[in-house]
T-cell receptor, first 114, second 114 residues
Framework: EAQVTQNPRYLITVTGKKLTVTCSQN?????MSWYRQDPGLGLRQIYY???????DKGDVPEGYKVSRKEKRNFPLILESPSPNQTSLYFC?????????????FGPGTRLTVL | AQSVTQLDSQVPVFEEAPVELRCNYS??????LFWYVQYPNQGLQLLLK??????LVKGINGFEAEFNKSQTSFHLRKPSVHISDTAEYFC????????????FGTGTRLTIIP
């Protein structure tokens, strides 16, 4: 089954404690992306990756890092989380950037930073 | 640059009544338009899309949308809603020139009243 998986699904942490949210897709997609969803703000792109070892900033990259060492994985790293990063995070993938309208979305990770 | 405005953050509708969710966009170039649905505790799914051709687009679950270039709108409609339509709906836009990313609206929460 084609899918995007994220772990963990729920996470409560404290300010400054480094964390990683994993994202994996099994469709051999080149393009992967991270979004955060906040009430009244919709989905905003954090980072995206066109292919292995190719990443770029989205609209709200501050406080986040990503890596793309393998095609299937695209982890989101928060080196020093702060309360304003409390949000719902989605990973997504598509065959190419040109196909982002048919992105597959993961189930989401709800992060709370105290 | 492109942007999307969803005028209504919340829309309550009685079951079996019709519904219209409004979406307006702004872009200096031609665009593709999309509606996504997010059911509770799930990621986004593509509901329908307008790429070219007929301005009336039919999607899954009985939804349709009409592209109106002069009014820069892409409103989503359903003639008779069901409890299962309770979800958040996102309008999105993408330039049809080159490899542009999707820009999402802020979302409209549709609540169906029994």
């Amino acid at each position: 089954e084609a899918q995007v998986t994220q772990n963990p699904r729920y996470l409560i942490t404290v300010t400054g404690k480094k964390l990683t949210v994993t994202c994996s897709q099994n469709m051999n997609h080149e393009y992967m992306s991270w979004y955060r969803q906040d009430p009244g703000l919709g989905l905003r792109q954090i980072y995206y990756s066109m292919n292995v070892e190719v990443t770029d900033k989205g609209d709200v990259p501050e406080g986040y890092k990503v890596s793309r060492k393998e095609k299937r994985n695209f982890p989101l790293i928060l080196e020093s989380p702060s309360p304003n990063q409390t949000s719902l995070y989605f990973c997504a993938s598509s065959r190419r950037l040109a196909d982002t309208d048919t992105q597959y979305f993961g189930p989401g990770t709800r992060l709370t930073v105290l | 640059a492109q942007s999307v405005t969803q005028l209504d953050s919340q829309v309550p509708v009685f079951e079996e009544a019709p519904v219209e969710l409004r979406c307006n966009y702004s872009s200096s170039v031609s665009v593709y338009l999309f509606w996504y649905v997010q059911y509770p505790n799930q990621g986004l799914q593509l509901l329908l899309k307008y790429l070219s051709g007929s301005t009336l687009v039919k999607g899954i679950n009985g939804f349709e949308a009409e592209f109106n270039k002069s009014q820069t709108s892409f409103h989503l409609r359903k003639p008779s809603v069901h409890i299962s339509d309770t979800a958040e709906y996102f309008c999105a836009v993408k330039s049809n020139f080159g490899n542009e990313k999707l820009t999402f609206g802020t979302g409209t929460r549709l609540t169906i009243i029994p």
